[in-house]
């Protein structure tokens, strides 16, 4: 009875072992193991397991099906005798042998191990990559052989097998080991800097055009038919460098002057118009700064799905998406975002909602649906509101400060309590 219950044990343990090894093996964080693959045996150990996954995995498999086999046949000559004290049926003794052995393993050899081991897959392969690697030597001839006739079979049914994955990292993985970065850093200052930098960049690719444009009613743009003199006023007033050019209405640019070509060359500027892409507002931000950079262009034109200018991108509004707010010269500089108590702001429309959160810790709302203050006001009032006006909304009040006939201006926000 005793030794009996020994191989019951035992074969449990070792069933734990290699379901917590496979989990924390899937769950691990590549990108971290790869860092540290130089870090000691361990770590060359554990390079040699990413290097080959099938295989690492069917070996787990193989040592986690012999283990099982020798619990079934222990936990039957440790049952039976006990159970035909009760019951005499063998059809029913052979049922209750089942629940109570798959129970067992079920929580003791599955559950419980893999909940555990997937908590830090990474410490997990690191503390147990010695006896990993043995029981890999020893189990590899098997695997290897069931692996072959896995092979065999898919070939005979006419199934392709995937070929090897190569690839060892991927866009999860560094996003994985960021957070775990975010985490374990204990200086946040100039930690959160970097880390938001390389979670801007792994974010770039859902970012859509309509999210970091110049909106329509920020554009400075001029007619075809102004004057040279118009035009080098409009230059100077507004200090950029280059202006669009439209025809008849903002729907209709035709291209954009470059101050420096107008002054060159004053006299038709007309002929210095450069071409101007226009761009789709659900099209990807990623996918835009390649073209640009593809046609060494650094603007372009936002159109809605009714074909109408809905704003403008420049490269440099694409660069801010990874590395965060570069002054230049398309940038209102008049944006207002003034803490004036513990639970009032001062805040302009135009400011992002993301932006405020961020400064000053709120929890403000974002959706789809708007991108700034004004936005969301407008979103949730479904009109204009009044100068000094108050609006409630949810938890927070606004008492609008300036507003005009297009754009909701200055705004203080107070969170009730």
Same mark, same amino acid.
């Given at each position: 009875?005793?030794?009996?219950?020994?191989?019951?044990?035992?074969?449990?343990?070792?069933?734990?072992?290699?379901?917590?090894?496979?989990?924390?093996?899937?769950?691990?964080?590549?990108?971290?193991?790869?860092?540290?693959?130089?870090?000691?045996?361990?770590?060359?150990?554990?390079?040699?397991?990413?290097?080959?996954?099938?295989?690492?995995?069917?070996?787990?498999?193989?040592?986690?099906?012999?283990?099982?086999?020798?619990?079934?046949?222990?936990?039957?000559?440790?049952?039976?005798?006990?159970?035909?004290?009760?019951?005499?049926?063998?059809?029913?003794?052979?049922?209750?042998?089942?629940?109570?052995?798959?129970?067992?393993?079920?929580?003791?050899?599955?559950?419980?191990?893999?909940?555990?081991?997937?908590?830090?897959?990474?410490?997990?392969?690191?503390?147990?990559?010695?006896?990993?690697?043995?029981?890999?030597?020893?189990?590899?001839?098997?695997?290897?052989?069931?692996?072959?006739?896995?092979?065999?079979?898919?070939?005979?049914?006419?199934?392709?097998?995937?070929?090897?994955?190569?690839?060892?990292?991927?866009?999860?993985?560094?996003?994985?080991?960021?957070?775990?970065?975010?985490?374990?850093?204990?200086?946040?200052?100039?930690?959160?800097?970097?880390?938001?930098?390389?979670?801007?960049?792994?974010?770039?690719?859902?970012?859509?055009?309509?999210?970091?444009?110049?909106?329509?009613?920020?554009?400075?743009?001029?007619?075809?038919?102004?004057?040279?003199?118009?035009?080098?006023?409009?230059?100077?007033?507004?200090?950029?460098?280059?202006?669009?050019?439209?025809?008849?209405?903002?729907?209709?640019?035709?291209?954009?002057?470059?101050?420096?070509?107008?002054?060159?060359?004053?006299?038709?500027?007309?002929?210095?118009?450069?071409?101007?892409?226009?761009?789709?507002?659900?099209?990807?931000?990623?996918?835009?700064?390649?073209?640009?950079?593809?046609?060494?262009?650094?603007?372009?034109?936002?159109?809605?799905?009714?074909?109408?200018?809905?704003?403008?991108?420049?490269?440099?509004?694409? *660069?801010? #998406?990874? !590395? %965060?707010?570069?002054?230049? /010269?398309? +940038?209102?500089?008049?944006?207002? =975002?003034?803490? &004036?108590?513990?639970?009032?702001?001062?805040?302009?429309?135009?400011?992002?909602?993301?932006? *405020?959160? #961020?400064? !000053? %810790?709120?929890?403000?709302? /974002?959706? +789809?649906?708007?991108?700034?203050? =004004?936005?969301? &006001?407008?979103?949730?009032?479904?009109?204009?509101?009044?100068?000094?006006?108050?609006?409630?909304?949810?938890?927070?009040?606004?008492?609008?400060?300036?507003?005009?006939?297009?754009?909701?201006?200055?705004?203080?926000?107070?969170?009730?309590?």
């Amino acid at each position: 009875m005793s030794t009996t219950i020994t191989y019951v044990l035992v074969s449990l343990a070792f069933s734990a072992f290699f379901s917590g090894m496979e989990i924390a093996f899937v769950s691990a964080n590549k990108l971290r193991v790869e860092i540290e693959k130089k870090n000691g045996i361990s770590g060359a150990i554990i390079d040699i397991f990413l290097k080959n996954p099938n295989q690492f995995i069917s070996t787990m498999l193989v040592g986690n099906n012999i283990a099982l086999v020798v619990y079934g046949l222990q936990m039957a000559l440790l049952l039976e005798p006990m159970i035909k004290l009760v019951v005499h049926q063998e059809a029913i003794v052979v049922l209750i042998q089942t629940i109570l052995s798959t129970l067992l393993i079920l929580f003791a050899g599955e559950f419980i191990p893999k909940t555990i081991f997937k908590i830090n897959p990474n410490m997990a392969l690191n503390i147990f990559a010695i006896p990993l690697f043995a029981f890999y030597i020893v189990l590899y001839p098997i695997s290897i052989f069931t692996s072959f006739i896995s092979q065999l079979i898919l070939r005979v049914l006419g199934l392709k097998k995937d070929g090897a994955n190569t690839r060892v990292l991927g866009k999860v993985d560094l996003d994985y080991f960021i957070q775990q970065s975010i985490d374990d850093s204990s200086e946040s200052s100039e930690m959160d800097t970097e880390v938001k930098i390389f979670q801007n960049a792994l974010d770039f690719s859902s970012v859509r055009l309509r999210d970091c444009m110049i909106p329509r009613n920020e554009i400075v743009a001029c007619e075809l038919s102004a004057s040279s003199d118009d035009l080098r006023a409009k230059f100077i007033e507004t200090g950029l460098s280059k202006i669009l050019v439209y025809k008849n209405s903002v729907d209709d640019i035709v291209g954009y002057i470059h101050s420096s070509e107008l002054f060159n060359k004053p006299d038709d500027w007309t002929k210095q118009i450069n071409t101007i892409s226009l761009v789709p507002e659900t099209m990807a931000a990623n996918k835009l700064m390649k073209v640009l950079m593809q046609t060494k262009k650094s603007i372009a034109v936002v159109v809605d799905e009714f074909g109408g200018t809905s704003g403008i991108v420049t490269l440099e509004d694409l *660069v801010e #998406e990874i !590395f %965060g707010d570069i002054e230049d /010269e398309h +940038d209102v500089k008049s944006l207002v =975002a003034k803490r &004036i108590s513990e639970t009032e702001f001062v805040l302009s429309g135009r400011l992002e909602i993301s932006t *405020v959160n #961020e400064k !000053f %810790g709120l929890s403000l709302p /974002e959706s +789809d649906e708007y991108l700034t203050l =004004a936005g969301w &006001i407008l979103h949730v009032c479904q009109r204009f509101p009044k100068l000094n006006e108050t609006l409630k909304i949810d938890k927070y009040t606004f008492k609008i400060l300036n507003v005009t006939s297009t754009k909701i201006e200055l705004v203080r926000l107070k969170l009730e309590e």
